[in-house]
């Protein structure tokens, strides 16, 4: 079956400081492959997505490729804030239904 | 416009009992999802609807759980004689169409204690 594995957090950082978070995935065919935020108290939030093998998603001055013959999808950004403070979330979709499959997520706490 | 709504916001309800989620999707959205986050499971898929078609019922966890959509609109997520491991938040998504290319949006969640 499909799976999601993102790297285990928390993860802390300074302000404009760079982050990194793996997310590596096992799926039948050719998935869509995105990244989810969720800010303390809110809902989940689409951040960006990539739908075929080297498509780069970016939001936010957040980045993520998606590299098949890794199976990987890391979400990137160059200068982060104490305003992307919140849990991040890699999923799939396959290309034989709809439903989203999810990483564990992954807390991210940036610190002035 | 108005996003996906769900209620209550938060149910307490005793170990035995049942209890009804409510999800109110985008005005126009065609799919619609019920998806379960819990400490030890993560976020984990539970049914999805799409239009008049057949809902796909595999991500129930037990035959406790059923959920219907009435009018191809709101839809609500029954869960009978709950027990303890149900304590969880319950997400609904709604999507223009049942496809991948179609973002998925979320509401607040209904966070369910079993006490």
């Known amino acids: 079956g499909n799976s999601v594995t993102q790297m285990e957090g928390p993860v802390t950082l300074s302000e404009e400081a760079f982050l990194t978070i793996n997310c590596t995935y096992t799926?039948?065919?050719?998935?869509?492959l995105f990244w989810y935020v969720q800010y303390p108290g809110e809902g989940l939030q689409l951040l960006l997505k990539a739908t075929k093998a080297d498509d780069k998603g970016s939001n936010k001055g957040f980045e993520a490729t998606y590299r098949k013959e890794t199976t990987s999808f890391h979400l990137e950004k160059g200068s982060v804030q104490v305003s992307d403070s919140a849990v991040y979330f890699c999923?799939?979709?396959?290309?034989?239904?709809?439903?989203?499959?999810f990483g564990e997520g992954t807390q991210l706490t940036v610190n002035p | 416009g108005a996003g996906v709504s769900q209620s209550p916001s938060n149910k307490v309800t005793e170990k035995g009992k049942d209890v009804e989620l409510r999800c109110d999707p985008i005005s126009g959205h065609t799919a619609l999802y019920w998806y379960r986050q819990s400490l030890g499971q993560g976020l984990e898929f539970l049914i999805y609807?799409?239009?008049?078609?057949?809902?796909?019922k595999s991500g129930l966890p037990s035959d406790r759980f059923s959920a219907e959509r009435t009018g191809g609109s709101v839809s609500t997520l029954t869960i009978q004689r709950t027990q303890q491991e149900d304590s969880a938040v319950y997400l609904c998504?709604?999507?223009?169409?049942?496809?991948?290319?179609?973002?998925?949006?979320f509401g607040p969640g209904t966070r369910l204690t079993v006490t």
């Open positions: 998504a709604s999507s223009l169409y049942r496809d991948r290319n179609y973002e998925q949006y």
């Open positions: 999923a799939l979709i396959d290309t034989s239904g709809s439903r989203l499959t």
């Open positions: 609807f799409q239009g008049n078609s057949a809902p796909d």
């Open positions: 799926a039948t065919g050719y998935p869509s």
